[in-house]
């Protein structure tokens, strides 16, 4: 079974601070996300990865960043944490076939005081 | 852009009672279509998804079909258990690398 580890389950941070969230799989797949979900908004992808040291934005990247140095592991970069980035994290991956599915961790779940 | 529209909920049912979620996309060509499933606590777990026109999807009793002319895929299930109790969530993805474009989840509580 594919293994999609987030480091924290729960966090909490204060405004201003730098948040790293990080992420590993143990499935050697190429494409790594992140999403946020909110209530009533369902998962929103905020940056994906195809491969080492390349990102891509999604539809929500406007205070985040990533970093892929390493291949298992994709981390969520928030700058300077704002209130508006209280909410839960999920990171997934997925192999390079085009018919493999998503295969998400068990979330993140961030505020930000 | 794309999107994915789905009852939100919550939707409550009986033990044994006949399930539909309706999920309906608007997407550039073919996509991908898919359903997950939240229990309460975890992360996303892949229930079902078909990759062409009129194809079916199947799992747990569950089933989706890829109506590209109605641009639907609606989970269908006959017979609902307390343990099927979660969020579904309707998601698509246009290319092999590309997000999921996610609906906003539906609610389904069963009762005993």
């Known amino acids: 079974d594919v293994k999609v580890t987030q480091s924290s389950r729960y966090l909490v941070k204060r405004t201003g601070e730098k948040v790293f969230l990080e992420c590993v799989q143990d499935?050697?797949?190429?494409?790594m996300f992140w999403y946020r979900q909110d209530p009533g908004l369902g998962l929103r992808l905020i940056y994906f990865s195809y491969d080492v040291k390349m990102k891509e934005k999604g539809d929500i990247p406007e205070g985040y960043s990533v970093s892929r140095e390493k291949k298992e592991r994709f981390s969520l970069i928030l700058e300077s944490a704002s209130t508006n980035q209280t909410s839960m994290y999920l990171c997934a991956s997925k192999g390079s076939a085009s018919n493999q599915p998503q295969h998400f961790g068990d979330g993140t779940r961030l505020s930000i005081l | 852009g794309d999107s994915v529209t789905q009852m939100e909920g919550p939707v409550t049912l009986s033990e044994e009672a006949f399930l539909t979620i309706n999920c309906t996309y608007t997407?550039?060509?073919?996509?991908?279509l898919f359903w997950y499933v939240q229990y309460p606590g975890e992360g996303l777990q892949l229930l079902l998804k078909a990759t062409k026109a009129d194809d079916k999807g199947s799992n747990k009793g569950f089933e989706a079909t890829y109506r590209k002319e109605t641009t639907s895929f609606h989970l269908e299930k006959g017979s609902v258990q307390v343990s099927d109790s979660a969020v579904y969530f309707c998601a698509l993805r246009r290319g092999g690398a590309d997000g999921l474009t996610f609906g906003k989840g539906t609610h389904l509580i069963i009762q005993p």
């Open positions: 499935m050697d797949h190429e494409n």
């Open positions: 997407a550039t060509g073919y996509p991908s």
